[in-house]
Nanobody, 130 residues
Framework: QVHLVESGGGSVQPGGSLTLSCSVS????????IAWFRQAPGKEREAVAR??????????YYHNSVRGRFTISQDNAKNTVYLQMNSLKPEDTAMYYC?????????????????????WGQGTQVTVSS
């Protein structure tokens, strides 16, 4: 059974940084596909970053609004996926979720909408405010 557990959320001032962690267990898809989504009140859930690994290595993909500020990475030894968030803005305020799905290619991971993701964590709140 697949379990995803997020941690690391909190409150930070604009311009600050946070690192979210997603502990993954029971997930064996190869290629892999793990993503960070966020959802603010009254808004749709959006994917901010994805990481997909196949025999060629890791591929990461970012939403335009976070490219250059957020970095997704993974530590296979710890079964953990991270989201390093720098230069945070008030509009980054949201509940952040880790999600995973089974895929047959890294490109499938890149284009998957949130409904395609099977496994979800409970979320961790990020608030950016002065």
């Amino acid at each position: 059974q697949v379990h995803l557990v997020e941690s690391g959320g909190g409150s930070v001032q604009p311009g600050g940084s946070l690192t979210l962690s997603c502990s993954v267990s029971g997930y064996t898809s190869s290629p892999s596909c793990i993503a960070w989504f966020r959802q603010a009140p009254g808004k749709e859930r959006e994917a901010v970053a994805r990481i997909s690994t196949d025999v060629a290595g890791d591929k990461s993909y970012y939403h335009n609004s976070v490219r250059g500020r957020f970095t997704i990475s993974q530590d296979n030894a710890k079964n953990t996926v991270y989201l390093q968030m720098n230069s945070l803005k008030p509009e980054d305020t949201a509940m952040y979720y880790c999600a995973a799905r089974n895929v047959v290619s890294t490109n499938t991971c890149r284009i998957s909408v949130h409904d395609a993701f099977t496994y979800w964590g409970q979320g961790t709140q990020v608030t950016v405010s002065s």
